[in-house]
């Protein structure tokens, strides 16, 4: 099972580097100074949560390492995990007790829900700026109450709880913290509008959420997030090589679901537009082996498409072109990891057109 990788996780935008932070703040202070206005506070989870540092803590199973979801304790130990999770133990995994039954526990799980739906969106006081530039609390006036918006702190909490389901393979719990994300993301688009960092957030989660449901056999569902997927990330410009890269395996996903569903010409056709996003990178960005590669896979599946529909001259073609794309790389030293990887794909490629030299005799025989 692939794990995703956090669509919140990038390099910082302009307004958010260290420089940029730290001449806003500045100049907002001074305004503040002028004016009298509060000033706000980072926001901070009560519980030590955040979307940076990893935390299990009393809302965690400590079997998925993510929050609790379908609470349920073992009895008679009243040790507490995710339902999915302690189902598959028959003795109690913290302490070693025989499990007799399962019981939901229905408050904790909601204490857990109202933790999820006001985590990041904290009541906090006011902060006022004293003569010498330092932050003084004004718990006693009679100013509003303000609300800091940290949608995006809230998406990357979202998605590193789902993360960590995933990979336990708690499916419920990670489908349901990434649909909340996805959205929460929503919200954000009806009121900025298509901006390209929302869309590609949106993009990568939707994604997230077709894994979810490919991993428990909904197809059907799974192609509905991948496609949607695509068209958010179709939106974006071309020029950012992780949105390629997620809107290039989104056709990939589709593909496959619809080769595995016997709709082989359909299926080319989605290998062949992702192929064709991977050759635009390769083409504005020469020399990152790690797109050569992609470029190499995404052949690979559009010819074993092809020689399945019968066009083995074409078939033929796409694997002794993405041959020569992975004897022709050369790995610079920061680059040695993907050795093996371009190894299994290169022996693969030449599996194939083996296999097709020794069916060519035998085909030959009269029976």
Known sequence: MTTPVCPFVKAARPDDTGLGKKASVGGSEAARKDSGDTATVSPKCPFGYDSNNFKL??????????????????????HLFCKVCISRFKDCPLCGADIEKL??????????????????????????IDNEGVQVSNENDNKKVIYEDVSLDRGAFLVQQAMRAFRAQNIGSAKSRLTMCAEDIRDQLEKMGNTSELCSQLGAVLGMLGDCCRATGDA???????????????????????ITHTLSV???????????????????SYYFRSLGVRRDVIKNHPGIASQVLDVAVSLAKVAD???????????????????????????????????????????????????KQSEAPASSVSP
């Open 103 to 128: 019981e939901a526990d229905t408050n904790l799980q909601s204490m857990v829900d109202r933790f999820i739906e006001g985590h990041a969106r904290i009541k906090r006081s006011h902060v006022g």
């Open 220 to 242: 059907a569902r799974a192609i509905n997030y991948f496609e949607e997927s695509v068209e958010f990330l179709t939106k974006l410009p071309a020029d950012d090589l992780e």
């Open 57 to 78: 803590g009393p809302l965690s199973c400590m079997i998925c390492q993510a929050l609790l979801f379908d609470s349920t304790k073992c009895i008679p130990c009243s």
């Open 305 to 355: 498409v092809d020689r399945t529909l019968g066009k083995e001259d074409l078939a033929v073609d796409g694997f002794q072109e993405a041959i020569k794309l992975l004897e022709s790389l050369t790995l610079k030293s920061e680059e040695a990891g993907l050795e093996p990887r371009r190894l299994s794909v290169l022996a693969f490629l030449k599996s194939q057109l083996e296999e």
């Open 250 to 268: 989104s056709l990939n996903k589709i593909g496959d679901l619809k080769y595995y569903d016997g709709d082989l010409q359909v299926a080319r």
